[in-house]
């Protein structure tokens, strides 16, 4: 079994920046990789949003259309943890954020990740 811990979520107005991180517990050797998924206000479990993944072992990351080039996934492999900084924040980015992690996937889906977080709140005012 592999525990989630998400951190960092908070209020920043358009234009700012959060750094959302993730640190694993248990099992994290088994993992392949991990990444970040997000729902919306008013959007149901199933609609939720892929962010970034990043592979545990190496450095491959991918990023959802609507996020590349304002936000980055990387992991401190010292500290164990992996982060998504987010910069030139919208309105629309406003959701919970979930870390996701996986033993055997890497992907966009929901249904290739075995593990979740609990979601941290980013909140994006105008």
């Known amino acids: 079994q592999v525990q989630l811990v998400e951190s960092g979520g908070g209020m920043v107005q358009a234009g700012g920046s959060l750094r959302l991180s993730c640190a694993p517990s248990?099992?994290?050797?088994?993992?392949?990789?991990m990444g970040w998924f997000r729902q919306a206000p008013g959007k149901e479990r199933k609609e939720r949003e892929f962010?970034?993944?990043?592979?545990?072992?190496?450095?491959?990351?991918y990023y959802a259309d609507s996020v590349k080039g304002r936000f980055t996934i990387s992991k401190d492999n010292a500290k164990n943890t992996v982060y998504l900084q987010m910069n030139s924040l919208k309105p629309e980015d406003t959701a919970i954020y979930y870390c996701?992690?996986?033993?055997?996937?890497?992907?966009?889906?929901?249904?290739?990740?075995?593990?979740w977080g609990q979601g941290t709140q980013v909140t994006v005012s105008s």
């Open positions: 248990g099992r994290t050797r088994s993992i392949y990789a």
């Open positions: 962010v970034a993944y990043i592979r545990w072992g190496g450095a491959n990351t």
């Open positions: 996701v992690a996986d033993e055997t996937n890497m992907g966009v889906q929901q249904s290739m990740y075995d593990y």
